[in-house]
């Protein structure tokens, strides 16, 4: 059911962010120090542990599915325009250097796929 993989997802927000805050009084910093970073981590960790462990229905596998592939680019998005903002008020060198690593990475794409070398297709849907 989705509704466990709210649960879930809820779980691992508020141990992330307790443990950023933790982390963030250990080191001297008066901020969440990686909160968000850890409740990915721990999200991606328990729900394929609950796949294998746990003999769950294919429903609430679904749901746990759907909520850990939705909070990942909503975190990612959130964060960019975080970055963006911090970028374009910090001044034109950092908004250079963002705009250099972003067209890095894309130059990399190609570079990276030859060398990964062939691959078999997905199967389709059809076929399992």
Do not use: H
């Amino acid at each position: 059911m989705v509704v466990y993989g709210v649960a879930l997802l809820s779980f691992c927000l508020l141990l992330g962010n307790y443990l950023g805050e933790l982390l963030g009084v250990v080191i001297g910093v008066k901020a969440n120090v990686g909160g968000v970073g850890i409740a990915m981590l721990l999200l991606i960790i328990l729900s394929n542990l609950s796949a294998k462990k746990f003999r769950l229905k294919p429903l609430t596998e679904s749901g746990i599915g759907f909520w850990s592939a939705m909070y990942i680019p909503i975190v990612v998005a959130m964060a960019a325009k975080q970055n963006v903002i911090a970028a374009v008020s910090s001044g034109w060198l950092a908004v250079i250097a963002g705009v250099g690593a972003v067209l890095v990475s894309f130059a990399m794409v190609p570079i990276l796929s030859r060398m990964g070398g062939e691959s078999e297709p997905f199967p389709n849907e059809d076929e399992s």
